[in-house]
């Protein structure tokens, strides 16, 4: 009885985020070899799929505060070299990312638990304020150890680079929020070093082309200064690298473009390529948890919402990360390379961690009218609860109060949406590929839309008109109908948010589009959905995709702005296609402007990146490439098996899904080991891996260093153990 007592509440203590395909893998693989199943696309021929993520290397304790975001970066990618007969043969190759905070942790022999404090730790509404200062003490304390004789480490800077990873200026660039890019090299992901805005560290200094002008600058808060979004971005056309630095300390955002050596020449009705270099961005409210922005071709959108990330909120009595729905979301939108020209517009409180495209749409003259932004929009912060094991903290009766009175829009009853009419024929995978087919019935969750759409694409004009509105709910909407795509139009002319909608009910994150469109007014977006309610479902359980979407959102935009000018939707609130995932895999329309891929039963999969075809003749045309994982080699208890035994070890598969019809696998690249679920990645054309820049060394782990001698070695021992 004591064993099985035991073993239920070893259960109950595992961490959801530490388990299952969540769990780290301490495993690193060179280039190896894979088997494939059906055909590799040529257009992969000489390219890489690399895709970032948290793994912590100090992992003792599966009950410890640990969340999502946490952990190491770990770069997993496949690569696409051809043999001597030109043939594709896939190889696999893993890495840690070398930054100074990994290479510390593995040179320390006493220090058991990671170095910086969870976000979990952070954010828990139950956390005391005297728990969260002896954490962040703690790291403080070991920061400063690392720089003692006798450590193998100084920690010069806390990223764990473990967000992203994109292509500028012949750098491959890994990305976190507390430190600048991390450079590294294909195909075999070794890490370079820390870029600074101007080169690389293990760059020859003959290769600087800055007097002085780097991330952060100088004096002694530059180390914070050079923080950077986890989602820099480049423009396709002028090839310039776009990004900003939030931190806790006014202006708060600081701001840099960076052109590439060789940018393109200048385009018509567009600024040349210069750099900026830490330019402020004024009238940011606060200390904010910024992640991403949006970029068009002439415009920068930078995102002050109401979720603080502020170590001051600690005095106020609230926790560090911190989120107000009384107070309202702000878009800061400037020309690129004049932020002194920020203009402001205001809506309702949300939470946006991704943005999907950014475009403007301009007059006959050349002049900039609207800025369009799509982006994955949510009405909490539950997220950053729930991907840290821990229940949001409900809002407050002042809070809501205080919505009430200001009359958000998002209080009232009814959405308004359009779906479409079809066949019940359900759509199944190759018997070939996947023995069992899924089911795709479930019931209905989503509100019955007041708006038709007849199979011939057209309104049905015969539908219900919009009903009277109901008085205010004395609740917030249910965070689970909210994790959608938005479109937003910011008038230039007018200064006014002309149009705020989903275009779909369906949960979505983690979007990407074709690459040569970013920054234009692009056709379709794709992303992340689930077949359960919502994301925040999902999250409960560890956060787990199992269908992909494609979404055509010229065709979406043109049906919500005529519902708009009829009066048939509401702002702010209105929905455009009001089905669920399952509806829509079991319409099956030919032109349905929303497409689902879904898994098979007990397959999750990760965020998707597009390939287009050769030759290709419209702008879906083109393949997604995706990271998937088969539950069922998880154990009774849920667990992976032993990573080191290549007998029972599980694998997982890079899926090459066709993205015109979003239905057919065309390839699965079964890997020597398992990915876990992790973050975002890039697809590296062949192009781009042989146009790197030359570099004169790596970094390299310390583990054969014999560790010194002496007071300070003896020092840093004895408080490793202590804060171990």
């Known amino acids: 009885m004591t064993s099985v007592n035991t073993r239920e509440h070893d259960l109950k203590s595992r961490h ?23 055909q590799i696309p040529d257009e992969l021929a000489g390219g890489e799929y690399v895709r970032n993520g948290g793994n912590p290397i100090s992992n003792d304790d599966l009950g410890r505060d640990s969340h999502w ?19 594709i043969k896939p190889e696999f190759v893993n890495q840690f990312i070398l930054t100074d905070v990994y290479l510390s942790t593995i040179g320390s022999r006493h220090v058991k638990r990671p170095i910086l404090p969870s976000i979990t730790t952070l954010v828990n509404p139950l956390g ?13 304390f070991l920061v400063i150890l690392s720089f003692l004789p006798g450590s193998r480490q100084a920690i010069k800077r806390i990223s764990v680079a473990n967000t992203s990873i994109l292509y500028h200026d012949g750098r491959a660039l890994a990305t976190c929020e507390s430190g600048p890019p991390m450079r590294v090299s294909l195909p075999g992901l070794e890490t370079i070093g820390w870029y600074n805005g101007d080169r690389s560290e293990g760059e020859s200094a003959a290769d600087s082309r800055s007097k002085g002008e780097v991330f952060g600058g100088s004096g002694m808060l530059s180390w914070m200064r050079e923080w950077t979004t986890g989602h820099p971005k480049v423009d396709p056309i002028t090839k310039e690298m776009i990004l900003f630095h939030a931190t806790f300390l006014a202006p708060y955002v600081r701001y840099s473009v960076t052109p590439a050596i060789e940018s393109p020449k200048e385009h018509t009705g567009l600024l040349k390529p210069s750099k900026l270099i830490n330019e402020p961005v004024p009238g940011i409210s606060g200390a904010k948890m910024m992640h991403d922005f949006g970029a068009s071709l002439r415009h920068t959108v930078i995102m002050d919402l109401p979720l603080s990330l502020d170590p001051l909120n600690l005095a106020k009595g609230k926790p560090v990360i911190d989120y107000d729905s009384s107070k309202p979301s702000r878009f800061a939108v400037f020309p690129r390379h004049r932020p002194d020209q920020v203009r402001y517009f205001e809506t309702t409180a949300c939470c946006i961690f991704h943005t999907a495209n950014t475009w403007d749409d301009v007059d006959a003259t050349g002049a900039t009218q609207t800025v369009h932004m799509l982006a994955a929009r949510l009405i909490s912060s539950t997220l950053v609860y729930a991907a840290g094991n821990i229940a949001a903290p409900q809002p407050p009766k002042l809070a809501v109060g205080a919505a009430r009175k200001r009359g958000i829009s998002w209080f009232e009853k009814y959405e ?15 018997a070939e590929v996947f023995e069992d087919a899924p089911s795709l019935e479930s019931p209905r969750t989503d509100k019955e839309p007041l708006i038709r759409l007849q199979s011939n694409g057209q309104i049905d004009t015969a539908a219900s008109s919009l009903p009277e509105y109901s008085e205010y709910v004395e609740q ?64 409960g359980k560890a956060t787990k995709i199992n269908a992909l979407v494609k979404i ?29 995932v399952n509806e829509i895999l079991k319409a099956n ?6 497409r689902v891929f879904r898994s098979p039963e007990g397959w999750y999969v990760q965020e998707p990146r597009f390939v287009p075809r050769f030759n290709a003749q419209t702008e879906d045309d083109g393949y997604l490439l995706t990271y998937a994982f088969n539950e069922a080699q998880l154990d009774a208890d849920g667990d992976v098996p032993d990573d080191n035994d290549c007998d029972v070890r599980s694998r997982s598969e890079l899926w090459i899904i066709d993205a015109k019809d979003m239905t057919t696998i065309i390839g699965r690249v079964v890997l020597p080991q398992r990915v876990p679920y992790g973050l975002h990645g890039c697809w590296f054309p062949k192009e781009q891996i042989e146009s790197q820049r030359p570099h004169q060394k790596i970094r390299v782990t310390p583990i054969n260093t014999p560790p010194t001698k002496g007071v300070g070695s003896a020092v840093t021992n004895i408080c490793e153990r202590l804060l171990s």
């Open 16 to 38: 959801p985020y530490l388990s299952g395909n969540f769990a780290p893998i301490h495993r690193t693989l060179p280039l190896t070899a894979c088997s494939f199943h059906g």
């Open 69 to 87: 975001f946490d952990g190491d970066g770990m770069l997993s990618g496949v690569s696409f070299p051809t043999n001597e007969d030109g043939q």
């Open 128 to 140: 005391s304020l005297l728990v969260i200062v002896l954490h962040i003490l703690r790291t403080i």
């Open 416 to 430: 308004v949406g359009i779906y479409h009419s079809g066949t019940d024929e359900s759509r199944y995978f190759d």
């Open 476 to 539: 917030l909407p249910d965070e689970e109908e909210q994790c959608r795509l938005y479109h937003y139009a910011f008038s230039l002319t007018t200064g006014l948010i002309e149009s705020q909608y989903a275009l779909s009910a369906i949960p979505f994150e983690f979007p990407c589009t074709h690459p040569k469109y970013e920054m234009q007014a692009a056709q379709y977006v794709y992303g992340c959905s689930t077949t359960v309610t919502s994301f925040g479902a999902a999250l």
């Open 552 to 580: 055509d959102t010229k065709t979406l935009i043109a049906q919500g702005e005529s519902l708009l000018k009829n009066g048939k939707m509401l702002p702010v609130t209105g929905c455009v296609d009001a089905r669920s």
């Open 589 to 594: 329309i030919d032109n349905d402007p929303i």
